[in-house]
T-cell receptor, first 115, second 110 residues
C-alpha cells in the first residue's frame, strides 16, 4: 500500500521566493497534519485538517505560511515570501479517524533550504 | 500548554536493555505515543498507551502512569539498528493532536 507521499523531496531556493510543498495522504485517512522539524525546536505541529477542514492552525508561525486541503487526497503548504529561518524538514502525516487516537503515518519529508 | 521532558541522549551496548523515561504535563491528556526516528528519515509509530500499565510488543514495551504523568519505553535485546531517536508524544483529548518531545537519541555500541 502506498504511504504518505510528499513532493518535492528537496528544495533549495533563494529568500523571497514562493515555496509550495505538496502532500498526498494515505487513501481513506481523514486527518492530515503538517509538521516542521529543526534541530533547535524539534518536531512542531503547524496545522491539521479533519475531513479537509482546518481544525487547528495555532502552530503556523506567521502569515507567510498558508495551508490548503482542496480534497481528501491532496494538501499544500505554502510559504510566501520565504526566509532563511524557514529552512527545515517539513513532514506531512495522515491518520484514520477523529475523536479517538490513531497512529499518524509520516511521509518522507521535504528538506527545504532557503538561501 | 504542554511540558514534555525526556533525556537527550543514551548509550547502551548491543544485547542490553535501555529504558527511556518521559514525563509530561498535558491539559486534556488522552493517550501517549512513542515514535522511532532514524537519522534522515521520517518518524515511525512504535507504541500507544491509553490505560495505566505495560504494553508489550516484541522487544519493545511501553508503560504509562496517568496519575504521575509518566511513561517509559523499554528496548530489550538491543540491536545496532535500534540506534535512533525516540520521541514521546502525548495526545490531547480533543482529536488526535500530538505534541512531540525533543526526542532521546539512543546510540547502540557493539
Amino acid at each position: 500500500d502506498a504511504g504518505v507521499i510528499q513532493s518535492p523531496r528537496h528544495e533549495v531556493t533563494e529568500m523571497g521566493q514562493e515555496v509550495t510543498l505538496r502532500c498526498k495522504p494515505i487513501s481513506g485517512h481523514n486527518s492530515l497534519f503538517w509538521y516542521r522539524q529543526t534541530m533547535m525546536r524539534g518536531l512542531e505541529l503547524l496545522i491539521y485538517f479533519n475531513n479537509n477542514v482546518p481544525i487547528d492552525d495555532s502552530g503556523m508561525p506567521e502569515d507567510r505560511f498558508s495551508a490548503k486541503m482542496p480534497n481528501a487526497s491532496f494538501s499544500t503548504l505554502k510559504i510566501q515570501p520565504s526566509e532563511p529561518r524557514d529552512s527545515a524538514v517539513y513532514f506531512c502525516a495522515s491518520s484514520l479517524g477523529r475523536g479517538r487516537d490513531q497512529p499518524q503515518h509520516f511521509g518522507d519529508g521535504t528538506r527545504l533550504s532557503i538561501l | 500548554g504542554q511540558n514534555i521532558d525526556q533525556p537527550t541522549e543514551m548509550t547502551a551496548t548491543e544485547g542490553a536493555i535501555v529504558q527511556i523515561n518521559c514525563t509530561y504535563q498535558t491539559s486534556g491528556f488522552n493517550g501517549l505515543f512513542w515514535y522511532q526516528q532514524h537519522a534522515g528519515e521520517a518518524p515511525t509509530f512504535l507504541s500507544y498507551n491509553v490505560l495505566d500499565g505495560l504494553e508489550e510488543k516484541g522487544r519493545f514495551s511501553s508503560f504509562l502512569s496517568r496519575s504521575k504523568g509518566y511513561s517509559y519505553l523499554l528496548l530489550k535485546e538491543l540491536q545496532m539498528k535500534d540506534s535512533a531517536s525516540y520521541l514521546c508524544a502525548p495526545s490531547k483529548a480533543a482529536g488526535n493532536k500530538l505534541t512531540f518531545g525533543g526526542g532521546t537519541r539512543v546510540l547502540v555500541k557493539p
